[in-house]
């Protein structure tokens, strides 16, 4: 496994285990080709789509669990704001672990901020980044303690099993 794949499955298993502290459900498995990942509040899931290669999935993994830590009361804010917060979070985590994100959670910020603030993107998207320091950092706080205690660094030995096992239990939503 190349130290990049490493680092990737890592990452994947602790943000699934941050996930599950707030007793959400990551599941994996085939979704319509126009969505690759979403958040359902009322069945507590997380789903991921299959066909994400293990580096999308782990950005769109590291967004969906930023909307489970940063947004419980939908009716409180506007889409926009929100999609900004989680792909802010998700960049946060995956640069916290040496992770270089993909350009398109860029434009997925630069979109929405866009939309939400046509004048003055750049202030909102500053403006948020600073407000998402505290929750960023302690869930930062709490993957890498999860890594420190629960997975050790790759060492010669038996294959690890693939990171990315499909969920054939859960009913389609
Ligand atoms: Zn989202």
């Not at 994996?28 to 509040?41: F, G, I, L």
């Not at 704001?81 to 998700?90: D, K, M, S, T, V």
């Not at 985590?93 to 992770?99: E, P, Y």
Request: proline fraction near 6%; include cysteine.
């Amino acid at each position: 496994m190349s130290k990049e794949s490493e680092k990737t499955r890592r990452l994947w298993v602790a943000l699934r285990h941050q996930a599950q502290l707030k007793g959400f459900r990551v599941v994996v498995r085939s979704m319509e080709a126009t969505a690759s990942a979403y958040c359902d509040y009322g069945t507590k899931k997380v789903v991921i789509s299959d066909r994400l290669n293990p580096a999308d999935a782990l950005a769109r993994l590291a967004h969906e669990v930023g909307h489970v830590y940063l947004h419980t009361n939908l009716s409180l804010q506007d889409r926009g704001i929100r999609e900004i917060e989680a792909e802010l979070f998700a960049y946060a985590m995956l640069a916290d672990h040496g992770i270089r994100p993909d350009d398109s959670l860029l434009h997925y910020i630069a979109s929405w901020a866009m939309r939400v603030a046509p004048h003055a993107p750049e202030d909102l998207v500053g403006t948020i980044s600073e407000q998402l320091v505290p929750a960023t950092r302690q869930v930062s706080v709490q993957v890498h303690r999860y890594l420190r205690d629960h997975m050790q660094p790759a060492r010669s030995g038996p294959a690890e099993p693939p990171f990315l096992p499909s969920d054939h239990d859960g009913p389609v939503l």
